[in-house]
Structure formats: structure tokens, C-alpha cells
């Protein structure tokens, strides 16, 4: 599994500069007036405690099938702590979950998911929204959530950049 994971890793890794200037563009605004003038501030940061972002990047050849959904693992046979775990227990502020192109060198369509309305949600609904599905490995149970088929406001941005 560790094997596994660190060729995730070092697969989505490639994509850590675009992920974080994506993150930016949500995590920071333009200043205003007073701000600008009275000191010495262009850009602001929305807040000044952490923000913790969850990013995941999917392959191109996923895109066409699940462009509108993400998913979140939700269960490993060894019992180990999942991510949608981690989730419900309070941990992250935001989720980025990106596709990449296809030569796997840019991102072309991500969800920015607004995690503590997604874990409210999750907690408040019986059963629990989105549909268990295998991965293909057997390595782990993934929960699958439909961007169309949520609440307002848990997805904040949908952004799809492939060529018209």
C-alpha cells in the first residue's frame, strides 16, 4: 500500500504549483481602497488562522466519465484513518479536485469544495450522501458526491479550462 501511495504521490505532486495558484485565487482577494493606500496592501489574505486545502488530481482519461464528481476514500481493509475519516472528525477547510489534461502536464477542470459544509451535510444526512464504489485495486472504498446532485454552496467553484 505505501508503495501505492507514494506513486499517487509523486504522480500528483507534479501539479503542486498550479494547485496552489488555483488555491490562491480562492484563498485571497483584492484589497480595498483604504487597505491599499494606508497600508501599503494590494492582495489580502481572508483570513489569518490556517486553511487546510485537500488536493487530489485525477487522470485525463477520467475526466469524460467523472467530470462532475469527486470522490473521497472511505474505507481501507488494514483500518487505517481514510480521508472522508479525517473529514467527518473536523481536519480541512477546502477540497481542490482536479483533472488533468492529457499529456498530464496542466489541470483543465477542477471543484473547489467547501469541506465544513460537505462534513455538516455528511453528518447531518441519513444515510450519508454519495455512493460507495470499490477501487479498481481492491485497495480501498471510495465515496462518490455528484457536484449536481448537492446542497448549494459545498461545491464554490466548478472551473473547466479544455478547449471549446
Request: glycine letters at 0%; hydrophobic letters at 35%; one cysteine or more.
Given at each position: 500500500m505505501a508503495d501505492g501511495w507514494?506513486?499517487?504521490?509523486?504522480?500528483?505532486?507534479?501539479f503542486i504549483p498550479q494547485?496552489?495558484?488555483i488555491a490562491g485565487g480562492y484563498l485571497m482577494e483584492v484589497a480595498n481602497e483604504e487597505e491599499d493606500q494606508?497600508?501599503?496592501?494590494?492582495?489580502?489574505v481572508l483570513s489569518m488562522r490556517a486553511k487546510r486545502v485537500a488536493?487530489?488530481?485525477?487522470?485525463?482519461?477520467?475526466?469524460?466519465r467523472y467530470g462532475d464528481e469527486f470522490t473521497i476514500r472511505c474505507n481501507r481493509p488494514s483500518g487505517v484513518e481514510t480521508e472522508l475519516d479525517k473529514i467527518l472528525a473536523g481536519w480541512g477547510d477546502y477540497l481542490?479536485?482536479?483533472?488533468?489534461?492529457?499529456?498530464?502536464?496542466t489541470l483543465v477542470r477542477w471543484h473547489?469544495?467547501?469541506?465544513?459544509r460537505l462534513r455538516l451535510w455528511c453528518l447531518m444526512s441519513d444515510p450519508m450522501p454519495g455512493i460507495v464504489k470499490p477501487n479498481g485495486d481492491g485497495s480501498s472504498l471510495f465515496r462518490v458526491f455528484s457536484t449536481r446532485a448537492m446542497?448549494?454552496?459545498?461545491?464554490?467553484?466548478?472551473?473547466?479550462r479544455r478547449a471549446a
Open positions: 507514494a506513486s499517487d504521490k509523486r504522480w500528483s505532486d507534479r494547485l496552489k495558484r494606508t497600508h501599503n496592501t494590494d492582495l489580502i488536493c487530489r488530481v485525477r487522470q485525463y482519461r477520467y475526466l469524460a481542490l479536485y482536479a483533472f488533468a489534461d492529457q499529456s498530464e502536464r473547489w469544495v467547501d469541506l465544513c446542497p448549494p454552496r459545498i461545491v464554490l467553484a466548478t472551473v473547466d
